[in-house]
């Protein structure tokens, strides 16, 4: 069973233009991951929030975390050709003894 | 992709045969963890490990067998490979189990299963 579902399942924008992704789950949860993946390589750790923080920055990117809404949002800031990936988000829920549980991803071109 | 490697990379193999992919880590990381990786479902859970030669089953374990040694050694064993099990496979590791702690994937094992 999937806990994360992102929105959308795939963007395109320009080179400079900001993109968000969004990512909802279901049940109560202890933290929120994001990941990439460029094509063919295994998932690399951007950004970690608690279920107790709201926001979070690291570079271009801002990360949100809405528990009431059981939702998150990943902004990229400017965005950059290098950007192009498809982008996860990871749910450590409560009660699933801290195993993560990935969302099907949000794929993210940028045209030069 | 540091410090983990996969082998093999790329593997075709027939319906029936046994197929071991195995998962190296340099780091020391006490957990490990096998994924598979395919369109529409994101990445599943098979198996994951919290020290040597304790494993335990994860969303999708059925047809799959692990086996860890070694620390730095986490094997995943088809042992009668059928189609649905062709995917891509990704390797984990992280310091400890959580959501709390970031895992570290590696570069993963593309297996077509005819």
């Known amino acids: 069973s999937q806990q994360g579902e992102e929105d959308p399942q795939a963007l395109s924008i320009q080179e400079g233009e900001n993109a968000t992704m969004n990512c909802s789950y279901k049940?109560?949860?202890?933290?929120l991951q994001w990941y990439r993946q460029n094509s063919g390589r295994g998932l690399v750790h951007l950004i970690l929030?608690?279920?107790?923080?709201r926001e979070k920055h690291s570079g271009r990117l801002r990360v949100t975390l809405d528990t009431s809404k059981k939702s998150s949002s990943l902004l990229i800031t400017a965005s950059r050709a290098a950007d192009t990936a498809s982008y996860f988000c990871a749910t450590d829920a409560r009660g699933n003894t801290g195993k993560l549980i990935f969302g099907q991803g949000t794929t993210l071109q940028v045209k030069p | 992709d540091a410090g983990i490697t996969q082998s093999p990379r790329h593997k075709v193999t027939e319906t029936g045969t046994p197929v071991t992919l195995r998962c190296h880590q340099t780091e020391n990381h006490r957990y490990m963890y096998w994924y598979r990786q395919d369109p529409g479902h994101g990445l599943r859970l098979i198996h994951y490990s919290y020290g040597v030669k304790d494993t335990d089953k994860g969303e999708v374990s059925d047809g799959y067998s692990v086996s860890r040694s070694k620390t730095e050694d986490f094997l995943l064993t088809l042992e009668s490979a059928t189609s649905s099990q062709t995917s891509v496979y990704f390797c984990?590791?992280?310091?400890?189990?959580?959501?709390?702690?970031?895992?570290?994937f590696g570069p993963g094992t593309r297996l077509l299963v005819l």
């Open positions: 049940t109560s949860i202890n933290n």
């Open positions: 984990a590791i992280s310091e400890s189990l959580g959501g709390g702690e970031t895992q570290y």
């Open positions: 929030i608690r279920s107790n923080e």
